[in-house]
């Protein structure tokens, strides 16, 4: 056992009053960088979501608020809809440290062994 055998894993996959404010705001940030990245207002079914310390972890499926079917450019390949995020908090700010929306590959693999004082339960 680590320094990290005390850790509190918070499971925020569904909203409930102690997380909600904290839940829509990551949630919000990931939302912002994929509406800026493919030009699309997103909603997310959270799949995975748990937070310790200054790290959360999230896998869900992105869907258009509006309902329509997600664009997306035929020219690079896509595989929808996934998404993962890894956010940290830095100073006492969230932020995004990597993310990435309808990837062909695992680029989270060995995400543990890049970011070793997120607690490995986050991503379980």
Not at 6 to 22: A, P, V
Request: aromatic share 14%; proline share 2%.
């Amino acid at each position: 056992m680590g320094i990290f055998a005390e850790s509190t894993i918070l499971d925020y996959k569904t909203k409930n009053t102690s997380n909600e404010k904290e839940r829509t705001y990551l949630l919000d940030l990931l939302r912002a960088n994929l509406s800026n990245e493919f030009k699309q207002e997103f909603i997310f079914v959270v799949e995975h979501f748990k937070v310790s310390g200054d790290y959360a972890w999230f896998r869900g499926t992105a869907k258009r608020k509006d309902g329509k079917e997600i664009s997306l450019s035929e020219e690079i390949p896509y595989d929808c809809c996934h998404v993962e995020a890894l956010f940290k908090k830095t100073n006492g700010k969230w932020q995004i440290s990597e993310s990435a929306a309808f990837s062909t590959d695992v680029w989270w693999d060995g995400i543990q062994s890049r970011y070793p004082k997120a607690a490995k339960e986050i991503f379980q």
